[in-house]
């Protein structure tokens, strides 16, 4: 088991915040994850994170879904169960719509939430240990692994030197199946 170790600023203004990152970020220095209560405005920007891929996640589950109706109801009306109403086609386009839409819809919304819990490893049995009690009400935090380059002076003074008000340092404790899953990924 190794030992991961974190430096902790803390902010009490977004804005303090996205300056500071800007400001770390300029210098070359490597931000771990940032914390906060609420969505910043920009933040994805000064954190130079690409684009997120979930709205090509979104379409490729829906449109699965989708093809899934429409082929299980064209089996059922056209070829398990076909039933001359009216003379009326086997598959009747116009009335496949709104379940294909309603399934669509529900497929997308399922299938996301259920890649979100798996992307996220929110699990039940999942141990947390908040960084600071205000986090989730007014405070915000930068996190900063502690490497061979970057030690816990030189880490303290970039954040001090930006602005955080509150410096905490936190060990990070992974088991080997974590370190190999990291390594494979």
């Known amino acids: 088991m190794t030992e991961n170790k974190f430096v902790y ?41 690409r684009m997120t891929r979930i709205p090509i996640a979104a379409f490729l589950l829906g449109m699965t879904g989708g093809i899934c109706m429409f082929a299980f109801m064209a089996w059922i009306f056209g070829i398990n169960w076909p039933i001359n109403i009216g003379g009326k086609p086997f598959i009747p386009l116009p009335a496949f719509v709104p379940p294909l839409f309603e399934f669509t819809v529900l497929t997308t ?43 816990i002076q030189k880490i303290e003074t970039i954040l001090k030197g930006v602005g955080a008000n509150i410096l905490k340092t936190k060990k990070d404790k992974k088991t080997k199946e974590e370190e190999t899953k990291e390594l494979e990924a």
């Not at 990152?21 to 969505?39: L, Q």
């Not at 049995?125 to 380059?149: A, G, N, W």
């Open 9 to 49: 600023g803390e902010y009490d203004d977004e804005h303090i915040l996205l300056d500071a990152i800007r400001k770390i970020r300029k210098d070359g220095t490597d931000i771990s994850e940032v914390y906060s209560p609420f969505a910043v405005h920009g933040m994805e920007d000064a954190l130079g994170l």
């Open 109 to 151: 919304g399922v299938s996301l939430f259920v890649l979100l819990f798996h992307t996220c490893k929110l699990l039940p049995s999942v141990d947390v240990h908040p960084i600071s009690t205000d986090l989730t009400d007014d405070k915000f935090v930068i996190e900063m692994k502690i490497t061979k380059e970057m030690t």
